[in-house]
């Protein structure tokens, strides 16, 4: 029988959850916020200097480049419920995750929503919501900017990634070790 172990954290305090955190738990972390913020510095200098279409190029080329260069030990990325993308495009076990995220979220939960797994095989799993904010909604949300629509269509011919408000859950930062990971 396949033992997984199964850690769920959501919004403890560091001084908490620093005594019981994994090694991997601590290092996804730091790899998720590397790249969320490589990522966002990089979409904020995009739209002050093309707006939201040149914004459209970031997540498409420089996302994946960056995710990448965070890779090593672990494959690091994003998935979400509904992709832009479909590389991105979530496992069932990445969907059931994002799917208790969601749900959370639309019972009032705020703070970070976290989920960490450590198979018996060595191999693990950690996962952080990534909540839509308002940047989010000039290429994701409900209503679209003249052009964006039109790009989005020429770059993801089957992009299912629009219609969010600020709040909802996007999708979600993923950082995957293969079994025989140090």
Known sequence: MKRTLL???????????ALA???RVVEARTLT???QQQLGAALKQAIASGGPQAAIEVC???AP???ASLSSD???????????NPDNAPDAGAREVMTAFATRIDDGEQ??????????DGSARYMRAIITQPMCELCHGASLASGIAEELALRYPRDAATGFRA?????????????DAP
């Open 60 to 62: 498409q080329v420089r």
């Open 21 to 23: 955190e994994p090694d």
């Open 65 to 67: 480049e960056i995710a």
């Open 7 to 17: 850690i769920l954290m959501f919004g403890l305090g560091p001084s908490t959850a």
């Open 33 to 35: 916020t590397a790249l």
């Open 111 to 120: 703070g970070g929503l976290e989920h960490f797994e450590q198979r018996a």
């Open 74 to 84: 672990a494959t690091v990325g994003r998935t979400a419920l509904r992709v832009r």
């Open 167 to 179: 709040g909802e859950l996007r999708g979600a930062f993923i950082v995957d070790w293969p079994e």
